[in-house]
Nanobody, 128 residues
Framework: EVQVVESGGGLVQTGGSLRLSCAAS??????????IGWFRQAPGKEREAISG????????YYTDSVKGRFTISEDNAKNTVYLQMNSLKPEDTAVYYC???????????????????WGQGTQVTVSS
């Protein structure tokens, strides 16, 4: 059974940094093709895609609002994807989710419907 678990959220001041982790089990980063997406949902807003990664060709993806501030990376040995978030702003406050799909190139990484497995979310709060 595939599972993904997020961690690393918390409270940080404007301009600070956090690193979120998405630990996957049930498939191997070393063996299987996969894509991982990071999404977030702020209070009163729809969930939005912010970043994705595919191990097919090492491609990484970012939405414009986080480009240059967030970095997605993978650690195959730990079966974990990270989202390093720098220069955080109050508008980054949201619940952050990671989602996974095996045997997927990630061509439509920004679509929630493309993913089979979701984590429970981790809260990120950026104070002004």
């Amino acid at each position: 059974e595939v599972q993904v678990v997020e961690s690393g959220g918390g409270l940080v001041q404007t301009g600070g940094s956090l690193r979120l982790s998405c630990a996957a089990s049930g498939f191997s980063f070393d063996v299987d093709e996969y894509a991982i997406g990071w999404f977030r949902q702020a209070p009163g807003k729809e969930r939005e895609a912010i970043s994705g990664i595919s191990n097919k060709d090492g491609a990484t993806y970012y939405t414009d609002s986080v480009k240059g501030r967030f970095t997605i990376s993978e650690d195959n040995a730990k079966n974990t994807v990270y989202l390093q978030m720098n220069s955080l702003k109050p508008e980054d406050t949201a619940v952050y989710y990671c989602a996974a799909r095996e045997d997927y190139s990630g061509d439509y990484w920004y679509l929630e419907s493309e993913y089979d497995y979701w984590g429970q979310g981790t809260q990120v709060t950026v104070s002004s």
